[in-house]
């Protein structure tokens, strides 16, 4: 029968033997030339880890045997957490996630028991989790090079920031809301070249749902800030993002606008050369070239599109439209039924290799499968392509080197 040491902490004394009122811990025995492999004996209840003078202490973190120099010292899960700023329960964690191992595992009792050498990386975890970095991001910033940790780390700042961002957005947003309740708001204004807007929309259109059934989405966004507006469409399976300069005069805004007002707006502004956009409360209005149109904005909030244009892409192909094409053709589609709708739809894989993935990610080959109909829609007339690639799971980016301030997400699919 196993007794806990009174006044010991469960996460210190797991897997502890009791001798004489003390707690036993493993101990390393002294290098012995006559010992071929590593053996792990037991001596009573304790883990004795014998293992030849010429192996060494190997730091990395990861999952498996690691090998220590007899003079390493063993610490307890709950010593290493005191010592590291790490709980009993993230050590558990991020050993179960393979991306701290403890130095020694008791066979029998799972007990976690840690070297010394790994305490500089278990508190280097400690600060990487109170930032809130990703698991990923932690496993390259702990078994890259310093260079790969470094571009890690200046990913997440800027990861750190863009969320800043976003919540000072947001929060402008509710303070503007709370405002409204006492005070009119005030209208903006925003002028832009006509010939910019219309090929903004044109860039975005075919990325509008068709209908009105999901009302958060019917329509076209317009996100204006300081020097660019940022037009916005989505059917929820495919996300178009296109930019204009513009200048604004009044409070940064932004607002749905109904589909049919969006194409009629581009109708206008044929033959002009500049363009006056007016959103005052729930009226939009557009001048150009002497003619006028006004309507009223959707009154439903837009899903946040700025999460996901943000993606960190692991493999990049360069491509001609027409070389993706050939792909396309060449390889026979598998048809799938979308289960919201019933619509079938032909579905093209992607691949990309280990040559096409970006330095200090992952070099495996990816494999992606996407909506072949959507993707064409996509690539449109365009004739130089770059298709990023995150994740099977991950929207597929497709940019256009000639149009740097256009491009659509499309959602990946199941085969």
């Given at each position: ?320 439209a027409d070389q993706l094409r050939s792909m396309l053709a060449a390889t026979e589609p598998s048809v799938v039924t979308r289960s919201q709708d019933g619509v079938d739809f032909p579905v093209a894989p992607l691949t990309a290799t280990a040559a096409d993935a970006l330095p200090g990610t992952d070099p495996a080959e990816l494999l992606v499968h996407v909506n072949r109909d959507f993707l064409l829609e996509a690539v449109g007339g365009a004739d130089q392509l770059v298709l990023e690639l995150t994740g099977p799971i991950a929207p ?20």
């Open positions: 029968m196993h007794r806990r040491a009174p006044g010991v902490p469960p996460g210190e004394a797991e897997g502890a033997e009791l001798r004489g009122g003390e707690r036993t811990r493993p101990q390393v025995a002294t290098p012995d030339d006559d010992v071929p492999v590593i053996a792990a004996l037991r001596t009573g209840r304790a883990l004795v880890t014998r293992f030849p003078s010429p192996l060494t202490f190997d730091p990395r973190p990861g999952r498996g045997i690691r090998v220590y120099r007899v003079e390493s010292r063993l610490r307890s899960i709950g010593e290493t957490a005191r010592a590291s700023g790490l709980s009993v329960s993230a050590l558990r964690f991020y050993d179960g996630a393979g991306v701290f191992a403890p130095a020694v595992v008791d066979p029998r009792s799972g007990y976690r028991w840690y070297a010394d050498e790994q305490l500089p990386d278990a508190r280097l975890l400690a600060r990487l989790r109170r930032v809130g970095m990703p698991l990923a991001g932690i496993t390259r910033v702990l078994t890259g090079t310093p260079a790969e940790a470094r571009a890690e780390l200046d990913a997440h700042v800027r990861r750190l920031e863009d969320g800043l961002s976003d919540a000072r957005r947001e929060l402008s947003a509710v303070r503007a809301a709370l405002d409204s309740r006492e005070f009119p708001v005030p209208q903006t204004r925003l002028t832009v070249p006509a010939d910019r807007l219309a090929a903004a929309l044109d860039a975005v259109r075919f990325a509008a749902p068709s209908d009105a059934s999901v009302p958060a989405v019917a329509g076209i966004f317009l996100d204006a800030e300081d020097g660019v507006l940022h037009l916005v469409a989505t059917d929820r399976y495919r996300l178009a993002v296109a930019d204009c300069p513009a200048v604004l005069d009044g409070p940064a805004v932004s607002a749905l606008l109904p589909t049919a007002l969006t194409d009629a707006a581009r109708a206008l502004l044929a033959d002009a050369e500049e363009a006056e956009l007016v959103l005052d409360g729930e009226q939009f209005t557009v001048r150009a070239a002497g003619r006028e149109l006004s309507g009223e904005r959707v009154e439903h909030d837009f899903p946040d599109y700025r999460r996901l244009v943000r993606l960190e892409p692991t493999h990049r192909l360069t491509l001609t597929l980016a497709i940019r256009f080197p000639a149009r740097e301030d256009t491009f659509s997400l499309l959602m990946p699919t199941r085969r």
